[in-house]
């Protein structure tokens, strides 16, 4: 250093700074799943416990599916640089759709009705939202009122009935795995697809990125927001019709006792997705879902009171962000 | 120009908005191969002419004819197809995407209906390759390059339309965020493109460049064409005349004499921190001091350690003959110095609240104690710096670049400082008010405050100061007296290299 001789000033523009896949937050929340589960089992072990059994596991896969559900399409949502508020009430709406249209209908015009239903709600959301241009927060949560008061006025408790043949969606498995996982991996694959690999993706995140940049560049930011909402509710659809499965009729609390609206963007943020918009995806969504299950399967094994747990997840959450924006940072002043 | 040479023609262009009318029938036309320069003041539809161009903005009259053939764009996509790229003022790349993501964005190339990764970074590499840039590989992330890299990748995505070869290319301000030595490898860039038949439409403000570039010059004033004219043909001072409409007789207001630097205000001794070493500076009330260097030599990082922002971490300061080493703005500001940043926009308007609410804001979030009381009279204030606004509710935003730099002053002016540091001060700033801004500059200094003036435009330095202290790699590389030339400067400036210097101990953060 200081003692060799004069070094040659050659030495041009640095490098661009490497950037580890450590600080990725897609990879670093996977890490955290993996961190949480190996603290999960040693505490369990130390009470005497096991953590790592196959029903357990199973189970928290199988804890994954709703919030998964409706986290990865949150996801879409939140890259464009928007948010959903009304997944709680769409979902309960759409259980409540599904059973009553299975007791005197078949299976597929009830998936159909649901899954139409959810379409509707998204497009008169993104709809909103673009044209309208009302602040995606107030415009999803005036969806969420609207349809409260649907549910409130029409429903007074549970109603309809899931038939045995639709119910297999939330009790089979093959072999250890639940069937409902498979729908989970199946939706998230697609959002994965769509976001990564097609055009609307890459619009995806151009607009949550830079929606001016984006439509100077020629993208119809206005149909990619819309669409991403669409997208969003019918994965919400996807949801309820597993609920419906699991719960073997349609409920007014189904979505909004396990709220949701607020968990799944929890989980968004959690797997690195900025909540401005233009960063992150689907990959780091799902990690973002089985840190909250595992965190809720040890607890649920501790026997933790309710209130600790919320203190704890609130905790995580606040950290994982605050992690991302430390690193997020950008350039030096 | 013969007829013959035209390519772009646009004719009679009228635009309004809200019943304000912006542009008159303005005329323009473009030979294959030119570089043709639009200059004028800020407001004077510069900017919403190529706006039109782009298709950005649907002309209320008139036509553009491209190649013979008229054209009427009502989106950018359009305009871009037909082969005109456009690079605005402010960037239009997402930093968290990659470079080939940026290039095609809005265009990104399928097969089989997916997006083609691989053809994409091809086609951005070889785009790269003509342009001759080597160092940008297109899997970067835009975030991780400086910014004339970004330029150039603004460029390359201008460029890479599929549907036609890019026949004209508009650049806004594109040497704005540059520094001296990043603005020549964009001219030289600007010049191989013409040379391959490219007509180019260059906006600036730097009047040196514009002759050093064009080949024609055309002149807009308050949305109306005044004079086109071969660059050849004519002077800065005929130009300059064309756009303010009266003599600029002095650009600058004459210096300090002698016997006018007073008291001193601020010292710093051996100040230094990550990124600045060993600064002994000394500032005196009624005199402009002058910060020069390159991009990167630590300028900035002077300004704002003296300001508290990025504070000294070693060293003595004192301010008003008291010690005292600001270790917050705050604290800066209750000692009495204020700093106009470089980035107005970001840094020093709240660009969605008034006129009003902008100039009060430092004297409301720091009451005065110990320094006298604020200045209470605001209309007195914003006439002090010739505000031409709608009114003190005007928000700032809708404000032209002078006039938001003037209610930046007002706000630092209302405090009552007694050291005044500049960053950049008429960066974006129009001619009129560039030269408004420099009295405005001056005569604070002869009222007895202490100014410190940062610029990386050479001729404005050179102009405004009464002694100007050069940097280099963090370090002050010399000091020169008032009216050096740009050579004394940009020799001490660039005298960098491990010969000059004592050895350097290794620093483990490099800069960005």
Redesign the interface.
């Known amino acids: 250093m200081t003692g060799t001789a004069v070094a040659p000033p050659t030495v041009a523009k640095s490098a661009p700074p490497r950037r580890t896949r450590l600080a990725d937050p897609a990879v670093g929340v996977w890490l955290a799943a993996a961190a949480v589960t190996a603290a999960g089992w040693i505490v369990v072990a130390a009470r005497g416990g096991d953590f790592l059994t196959l029903a357990n596991v199973v189970g928290i896969l199988q804890n994954c599916v709703a919030l998964g559900l409706v986290a990865v399409g949150q996801t879409a949502v939140i890259l464009t640089g928007s948010l959903d508020l009304s997944v709680a009430y769409l979902i309960s709406l759409g259980t409540l759709v599904a059973a009553t249209t299975m007791e005197d209908g078949s299976v597929v015009t009830a998936v159909l009705a649901v899954l139409a239903l959810s379409a509707a709600v998204g497009l008169a959301n993104g709809l909103v939202v673009t044209g309208l241009k009302v602040n995606a927060f107030i415009a999803t949560l005036g969806t969420a009122f609207i349809l409260r008061g649907w549910i409130e006025d029409n429903y007074t408790g549970p109603a309809g009935k899931v038939p045995a043949s639709f119910q297999h969606l939330g009790y089979d498995r093959m072999g250890p795995v639940p069937v409902s996982l498979f729908l989970l991996a199946a939706v998230a694959a697609a959002l994965w697809f769509v976001t990564r690999r097609t055009r609307f993706g890459h619009h995806l995140y151009a607009t949550g990125g830079d929606e001016h940049a984006a439509r100077l560049s020629g993208v119809r930011t206005r149909r990619t927001v819309v669409a991403a909402h669409v997208l969003c509710s019918l994965c919400v659809g996807a949801a309820a019709l597993f609920l419906a499965a699991r719960l073997g009729a349609g409920a007014p609390w189904a979505g909004t006792e396990a709220r949701y609206d607020l968990e799944s963007i929890a989980a968004v943020v959690l797997g690195g997705t900025a909540l401005a918009g233009g960063r992150g995806g689907v990959a780091g969504t799902l990690g973002g879902v089985l840190v909250l299950a595992v965190l809720d399967s040890v607890f649920n094994q501790l026997g933790v009171d309710p209130f600790f747990k919320n203190v704890v997840r609130g905790v995580v959450i606040i950290a994982a962000v605050a992690l991302y924006a430390r690193r997020g940072t950008g350039r030096p002043a | 120009m013969q007829a013959t040479q035209t390519m772009l023609a646009m004719h009679g262009v009228s635009k309004s908005f809200l019943g304000v009318r912006v542009l008159h029938g303005v005329s323009l036309d473009l030979a294959p191969g030119e570089v043709h320069a639009l200059v004028g003041e800020n407001g004077a539809g510069k900017s919403t002419l190529m706006k039109v161009l782009a298709g ?1 903005h649907v002309p209320d009259e008139g036509t553009i004819t491209l190649d013979g053939a008229e054209q009427s764009f009502t ?3 359009q305009a ?1 197809a037909a082969g005109i790229g456009i690079i ?1 003022q402010e ?7 990659t470079v080939a ?1 940026n290039v095609f ?4 190339p ?1 097969r089989r ?3 083609d990764r691989r053809a994409m970074e091809a086609r951005t590499a070889e785009l790269l390759t003509e342009l001759g840039e080597s ?1 940008i590989t297109p899997r ?2 835009v ?4 910014v004339a890299r970004q330029q150039t990748v603004e460029i390359v ?1 201008a460029l890479a339309s599929d549907d036609a070869p890019a026949r004209v290319l508009v650049m806004d301000e594109p040497t704005a965020p540059l520094a001296d030595h990043e603005a020549a490898q964009l001219h030289a860039l600007v010049r191989r493109l013409a040379a391959r038949g490219l007509g180019v439409l260059y906006i600036s403000h730097r009047l040196r460049e514009v002759f050093d570039l064009s080949q024609r010059i055309t002149v807009l004033k308050d949305g109306r064409h005044v004079t086109t004219v071969r660059t050849e043909d004519t002077d800065t001072d005929q130009v300059v005349r064309a756009m303010v409409g009266r003599e600029l007789s002095a650009y600058y207001p004459p210096r300090a004499r002698p016997g006018e630097a007073g008291d001193v205000r601020l010292t710093v001794r051996g100040g230094g921190n990550a990124r600045l070493r060993d600064i002994d500076l000394t500032l005196r009330s009624g005199e402009v001091t002058g910060i020069a260097g390159l991009q990167g030599s630590g300028r900035t990082t002077l300004a ?1 350690a003296l300001f508290g922002a ?1 504070p000294f971490t070693t060293g003595a300061m004192t301010v008003g003959g008291r010690d005292l080493r600001p270790t917050s703005p705050r604290r800066a500001i209750r000692a009495g110095i204020a700093l106009v940043t470089e980035d107005r926009k970001a840094e020093g308007l709240a660009l969605r609240q008034s006129v009003r609410d902008n100039a009060l804001l430092v004297t409301r979030a720091v009451p005065a104690r110990g320094r006298p009381p604020a200045a209470r009279d605001l209309t007195a204030l914003l006439e002090r710096v010739r505000l031409h606004a709608r009114g003190e509710d005007q928000q700032a935003q809708f404000l032209s670049g002078g006039n938001q730099q003037k209610v930046v002053i007002a706000k630092w002016l209302a405090a009552r400082p007694q050291i005044l540091l500049f960053d950049e001060p008429t960066r974006g700033v129009d001619v009129g008010a560039k030269a408004a801004i420099h009295t405005l500059v001056r005569d604070l200094a002869r009222e007895g405050l202490a100014v410190l003036i940062v610029s990386s435009e050479l001729p404005e330095l050179i102009g405004m100061s009464d002694r100007i202290l050069v940097m280099a790699e963090g370090r002050l590389a010399g000091e020169l007296p008032a009216g050096a030339s740009e050579e004394d400067i940009m020799r001490l400036a660039t005298r ?4 000059a210097h004592p ?1 350097v ?2 620093s483990p953060e ?3």
């Open positions: 950005e989106h950018p996509a871009q605005h960037f239009a790349l997402l930093p968290h995407r993501e964005l809005g265009r990104e399928t209906g997916l997006v160092g970067t992330y975030r991780d390059l400086p995505k704002r990025a960098g290299g491990p010969a050895p101990p290794a490099g800069s960005a």
